[in-house]
């Protein structure tokens, strides 16, 4: 399992090895972002969430309401993502303590 925040898709390394992915693969990025390409994203047979217009932070410009609205769309996509590989406890109650993530 993985999760992609704002891959450089434009990086030909990283579009190939998302390419090669086999396991379920979530990708998040900006429409605004310079480094990620929709074509690419939506090509690859992984899961996408596209924020129209955010940057490579996953920010809106002069909008700051916005950008906590596009964190709060990628943490439930995110959960949403975890879940759907049979995890039974949500992101924000699996974090263990080494700091990486996984299902218990």
Same mark, same amino acid.
């Given at each position: 399992?993985?999760?992609?925040?704002?891959?450089?898709?434009?990086?030909?390394?990283?579009?190939?090895?998302?390419?090669?992915?086999?396991?379920?693969?979530?990708?998040?990025?900006?429409?605004?972002?310079?480094?990620?390409?929709? =074509?690419?994203?939506? /090509? #690859?047979?992984?899961?996408?969430?596209?924020?129209?217009? @955010?940057?490579?932070?996953? %920010? !809106?410009?002069?909008?700051?309401?916005?950008?906590?609205?596009?964190?709060?769309?990628?943490?439930?996509r995110l959960d =949403?993502?975890?879940? /759907? #590989?049979?995890?039974?406890?949500?992101?924000?109650?699996? @974090?263990?303590?080494?700091? %990486? !993530?996984?299902?218990r």
């Amino acid at each position: 399992m993985a999760a992609w925040l704002t891959p450089a898709l434009t990086t030909d390394h990283v579009a190939r090895a998302l390419q090669r992915a086999k396991a379920p693969t979530l990708l998040i990025g900006g429409s605004a972002d310079k480094l990620w390409d929709s =074509r690419i994203a939506e /090509s #690859l047979r992984h899961d996408v969430l596209e924020v129209p217009s @955010a940057d490579h932070a996953l %920010e !809106l410009a002069d909008d700051a309401a916005g950008s906590v609205d596009v964190s709060q769309q990628a943490v439930s996509r995110l959960d =949403r993502f975890i879940g /759907s #590989l049979g995890c039974e406890k949500s992101l924000d109650k699996t @974090a263990r303590t080494d700091g %990486e !993530l996984g299902c218990r």
